[in-house]
């Protein structure tokens, strides 16, 4: 363990933060208790919150010798915490938890439909950087360790979770149950016996409905409605048609009722298709951007680039040892190795040349509302990984909205 001390002023008051580096969940403790700071849920978290405060902020103060917590401090890490591009509704309506929250894509559409986010939970580490520096708070860690999922408060309405997909999904080896990223279906069980939200609201690969000739879908339902006791409903939907979002993006979306709770469940319905009228011309950036995105003369690849990549108005994708347009002018499926510069990495030819998508472009892809999301300052390839692994944010709140109609009715 390494402690990092440093001096902080607030106000005109100088304090001692002091950071012990350890792997555990304090942090998210902390930020979990201040977003919580006016309601009900700060005491889940209350009495570990107010040691760490405790052990991190020292006010020193000069002509007394004293050392205390001061409510000036506490005043300076609640805005901290609040003032944020995505802050929680003033006015919520129902809570909700985000496991898997990866950069908060089900965050953002939640909170649009009047959602407060109770928990998060996340272990990759820039997601995390992401996630904090949009919504102030910092995910606690592997959902798959007990001490984790103890952090749960209880109580809330709906359990949200785009639960990885690598296992399920035909750009991997499809191994399914039998490789450990599918089993976090089963933590997710785990979670959902204990505390009984009154839905699941669940997004994956399109592939896990067909995955092992139907096997793993067929028992994901099954544990759902048979031992669980939820009605689930499920549809592949397509950012493209459902979103008015110029992304080719087929997923499989399951949402899960408490039959008990939510008597009505059978009203749900998924939201129908809607015309798309943005294009890709409506995301993507004007003028010249970086130049490590674009491809030099003397690139192995280019001279089948030049020769294949002749339109303006569509998104193409290198794909191993040839390239593929994107027919429907929309932007092919974004994945999380298309930073890596192998396969799948879409391409668009500008007034300056044949180059890569920005982060800024791929997350606006995705839905996410690019005038006022932070892109933190870590590596291309940990953004692009970001945007890939994500959820499209407009259709995830589409369906959220019929979630709500049917538990608020």
């Not at 089993?183 to 505390?195: A, H, N, P, Q, R």
Request: proline content about 4%.
């Amino acid at each position: 363990m390494k402690e990092k001390i440093s001096i902080e002023e607030f106000d005109g008051k100088e304090f001692k933060i002091r950071f012990v580096e350890e792997d555990d969940n304090r942090k998210a403790v902390l930020t979990h208790y201040l977003h919580n700071y006016r309601n009900g849920v700060k005491s889940h978290f209350e009495k570990e919150a107010t040691e760490y405060l405790n052990q991190i902020v020292e006010y020193k103060n000069q002509e007394e010798n004293l050392s205390l917590v001061s409510d000036v401090a506490l005043q300076q890490l609640l805005f901290e915490v609040e003032n944020v591009p995505f802050p929680t509704p003033e006015n919520y309506t129902f809570k909700f938890i985000d496991l898997f929250a990866g950069i908060g894509g089900f965050r953002i559409a939640m909170q649009n439909v009047g959602g407060k986010c109770i928990y998060t939970s996340e272990w990759d580490t820039n997601a995390k950087i992401t996630y904090k520096a949009n919504f102030g708070e910092v995910p606690f860690g592997d959902i798959t360790k007990d001490y984790t999922k103890n952090y749960i408060p209880d109580n809330f309405d709906i359990l949200c979770a785009g639960f990885p997909c690598q296992a399920f999904s035909i750009a991997g080896y499809q191994k399914g149950f039998h490789d450990t990223r599918g089993t976090l279906f089963f933590d997710l069980e785990k979670v959902i016996e204990t505390k009984r939200p009154k839905v699941v609201f669940l997004e994956n690969v399109k592939n896990l409905v067909s995955h092992d000739k139907g096997n793993t879908f067929k028992i994901i339902l099954e544990i759902l409605e048979q031992k669980l006791g939820y009605k689930a409903y499920t549809k592949i939907l397509n950012s493209a048609t459902h979103a008015n979002v110029p992304q080719n993006r087929e997923r499989i979306f399951i949402v899960a009722f408490d039959t008990k709770q939510v008597a009505n469940h059978a009203n749900f319905k998924f939201p129908e298709p809607i015309p798309l009228t943005k294009t890709i011309h409506d995301i993507l950036e004007k003028g010249k951007q970086s130049d490590n995105l674009y491809y030099k003369k003397d690139h192995q690849y280019y001279p089948e680039l030049k020769k294949t990549m002749t339109s303006k108005d569509t998104i193409y994708q290198w794909r191993r040892v040839y390239v593929r347009e994107n027919k429907s002018n929309v932007c092919p499926t974004l994945t999380a190795n298309m930073g890596t510069g192998g396969h799948n990495v879409p391409l668009v030819l500008d007034d300056f040349g044949i180059r890569k998508l920005t982060p800024k472009e791929c997350f606006g892809f995705q839905g996410y509302p690019i005038d006022k999301y932070i892109l933190p300052n870590i590596a291309n390839s940990k953004l692009y990984m970001q945007a890939g692994n994500s959820v499209t944010t407009t259709l995830i709140e589409r369906i959220a909205q019929e979630i709500i109609k049917v538990i608020n009715y």
